[in-house]
């Protein structure tokens, strides 16, 4: 039993293991004869590298679980696991990118990529630089200075999808971050992150 | 594009030309009616402008205007400094936490609408005579203001956002420092600029309680010496500086501004 050895197969388990199962999780809202179960049991596995839809309709709980696997939530039953640890509270490796942008208002589109960097206590240089790479790539090369208020719905999307990209997660959820905006920009972020997605799960790599 | 500037900059000329008049003619107004002596011959010429205009110029040529000017500033300064130090991280607090919020608000909004004035002998009892219960009782006229806008900022900001830098990792540190102040400044400065009304209000009468300095004792000293002219003048420069006061604060707030 020696160390190295172990560590090998740890690293062989972890590759074989899926990033994300979740187990017969469930989560109800409140108690009693207003209980709404938001969520049904329900169990499923995701890979390393996969792309993977929920779909349903309006209120079936697809929302809800999201929040569950990001860590804003916990499941009443079952268990949310992802890279075999139990999803104790939200952390910048499974970012979770909302139905809506929640860009903050008073900065930049520059300073709103740099916030994940800040918090992660990147030096202000390397944030600066990294946030101007991605914009470019976004299609926003431009618009570092302009304000939130200044850019179009499609715009402001690329801008979050942007700051959610420069902490390079392991894991990307996405809550439809484009039902807000119209058919044919979202046809075309839609492509855009598809294309991210094949250049593999660190688009940090240019 | 340049017919819709040139015609925004009309309007901007417009507007200001109206200001202008607006006040050409309330001064065209107050003349004569003391010239006139339209109010009685108690108002007589001594109250109008002319003879204020003509006192400001003396007061300012010895010096009286400049050393009552400061002694008042420096006490509104002062009471306006105690209110936000203390009136700002309160706000914050409150506004923070919900519950404090449903505790303190009755009590905030009585002791808000008790005029300070009310409390002149209790702060006469604790402060003695002199500059400290006017600069008391300057801060307590703005810490209110100060105190509820700041709470009402901190109470709105979106929920969306402080999920949003949890989402990144932020402990409830860093969402304060990177949401919940950036997002309520502006109503911070909304109500430091309330409060420098309220305060600037409260000023003068709070100078004529014991104090021999400042521009509300002036008002006192001149109805005491007969000189109406300086009487006026000291009117004219406590609402030239409270107006100028304002625009100060307006200009901050829009410094500040996020939204529009
Ligand atoms: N915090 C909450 N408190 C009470 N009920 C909730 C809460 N969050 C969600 N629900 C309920 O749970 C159910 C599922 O909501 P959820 O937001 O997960 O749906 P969704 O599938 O994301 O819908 P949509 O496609 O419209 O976004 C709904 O009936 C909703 O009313
Ligand atoms: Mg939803």
Redesign the pocket.
Known sequence: MDGVNLRARASLLAEALPLISVEEAART??AGPRA????GPVSFEVRSGEFFCIV????????????LVAGFERPDAGRVLVGGRPVLGPDPRRLLLF?EHALLPWRSARANVELGLELAGVPRADRRERARGLLHEMGLAGFENARPRELSGGMRQRVSIARALAVDPDVLLM??PL?AVDALTRLRLQDELLTLQRRGARPSSW | MSGLKSSRSEGAARRFLLRIAGIALFLAAWQAATSFELLGPVFGPAFGPGAGGRALLAMARSGVLFEQTEASLGRFGLGLLLAVVIGGPLGFIVGYFRSLEELTTVVFQILRMTSPLALVPIALIAFGVGSRPVVFLIAYAAVWPVVLSTAHGVSRVSPAWKRMVRGFGARDGSVLRKVIVPAALPELVQGIRLAVGVGWIVLVPAEMLGVDSGLGYQILDSRDRFAYDELVATILVIGLLGLALDLVLRRLKELVSWTA
């Open positions: 809202f409140g709404i179960e938001a969520l349903g309709p309006s209120g079936c709980g697809k929302s809800t679980l999201l929040d139905q809550d439809e039902g």
